[in-house]
């Protein structure tokens, strides 16, 4: 799963349980699966830093996203959450079909300084 690095920063903290991911129009499931485990990753193409375990799948509208799932997604409030999401695709349709993802950080291998593009990973057994 990729995280830009200042979310995936937080996900290492675990300040993000929580990610949404946009939903396919039709049914389609999510390619992420309840009990499976992902690598987590600052960018395409980049190395895993860590590994997170599926707890639960939903998907639901954009605009029901809770104000305690705002927070659980790494933001202080929905209307931050939201002003991300639309940088971030481009675009806001109020009706949009989204996967809430629910995981648990259960291997971490490095981390990710917050201010770079995500080239800057610390190895925890030292390696460069």
Known sequence: MIFKPVLLKKVLSGEKPVTRSPATSGCKPCFYKVGHTYSIAPGMGRKAVGKIKVLSVKRMKLVDIPRTDAAKEGFSDRLEFLKYWHN???????????????????EQYGTVCACCDGSGIKWSDGRE
């Open 88 to 106: 971030l695709y481009g675009e806001f349709d109020r009706n949009q079909q989204v996967w809430r993802i629910e995981f648990e950080l259960v």
